[in-house]
């Protein structure tokens, strides 16, 4: 098998052709071509139009929306999270994206400073990267021990259970993107002078733990899948059409006055799938 980080050196200007030509299909992606751009934006249109009515929902009823967004660095998270909230009102709809924690939270219960930031009545939540740090980028970077995580993953399906009997709604995607299109996105935020802030020295550490972070991810899905809180996975080599994906996948899931079926749109289960759907299907790539 070709090992795609052979070639690849991020500083030189010219982005290996054998990366480029197998990006957008990497990682088994089913698609050969991006979303076409008008397309995208109309059905865009249709979507948020349709979260300004679950805002009103969700404001009317007192509902609690809390959605967490994991995967690796570069799949598309806070391109995600931009378009969900574009024309939602701050005030009420907002992200939480928590530094490492500090000397003091360190010691805390490991759940403690994420509480503060789930939704009150009335509130949506998107956490870009959550509690799930624990089961990802802290073992794989050796910020924990491999008895924290055990104990982590332990608890977290518990943690959630509380979260979602006192009546959150709890949201968890994980966007899965292949290693030639995370190289791509590494190279391009490299050499664009408004992206390079997005380029951190960690992201650039693992570029030589791609496995690591599979396993760890595989286990993750496994052991905090629940019936609860499940996890939905989405490819998301064509941002465009992970994006489209993501918000249906919220709004087909939430009753609310307005909400429009044919808006709304299918879901691409080519693209979206539950935690062991994916596991079987990455096994058998």
């Known amino acids: 098998m070709n090992d795609p980080l052979k070639d690849f050196d991020i500083e030189n200007p010219e982005l290996p052709k054998a990366i480029k030509k197998a990006a957008l299909e990497s990682g088994g992606y089913p698609y050969d071509e991006k979303f076409d751009d008008d397309q995208y934006e109309e059905e865009m249109y249709e979507l948020q139009k349709q979260l300004v009515l679950l805002q009103d929902h969700v404001g009317r009823t007192g509902e609690r929306i809390a959605i967490i967004f994991e995967g690796r660095d570069a799949a598309g998270k806070g391109g ?3 378009r969900y909230l574009e024309n939602l009102n701050p005030r009420h709809n907002f992200i939480a994206a ?3 924690p500090n ?5 805390q219960w490991y759940f403690q400073r994420y509480i503060d930031w789930l939704p009150a009545g009335g509130e949506q939540v998107l956490f870009d990267r959550s509690w799930y740090n624990r089961a990802g980028v802290e073992p794989v970077m050796g910020f924990c021990t491999r008895e924290q995580t055990d104990h982590f993953l332990d608890e977290a399906p518990l943690f959630e259970e509380r979260l ?3 009546g959150i709604r709890l949201f968890k995607f994980w966007l899965s993107i292949g290693r030639e299109e995370q190289l791509k996105r590494f190279h391009d935020r490299r050499h664009d002078p ?3 802030w997005k380029l951190s020295p960690i992201d650039l550490e693992a570029l030589g733990k791609w496995e690591a972070y599979s396993a760890a991810r595989d286990e993750m899905l496994r052991r905090t899948d629940s019936a609860h809180a499940p996890w939905t996975v ?3 080599n064509d941002k465009k059409r992970g994006r489209l994906n993501m918000i249906r996948s919220v709004l087909s899931r939430i009753d609310y006055a307005g909400r429009n079926e044919r808006a709304i749109g299918e879901i691409d289960h080519k693209l979206v799938m539950s935690a062991q759907q994916f596991l079987t299907w990455n096994e058998a790539q």
């Open 234 to 236: 989405i490819l998301t």
């Open 80 to 82: 995600t999270i931009k």
């Open 164 to 166: 979602t009997k006192d």
């Open 194 to 196: 408004l992206k390079t």
């Open 103 to 107: 000397s003091r939270e360190a010691t």
């Open 98 to 100: 928590l530094p490492k």
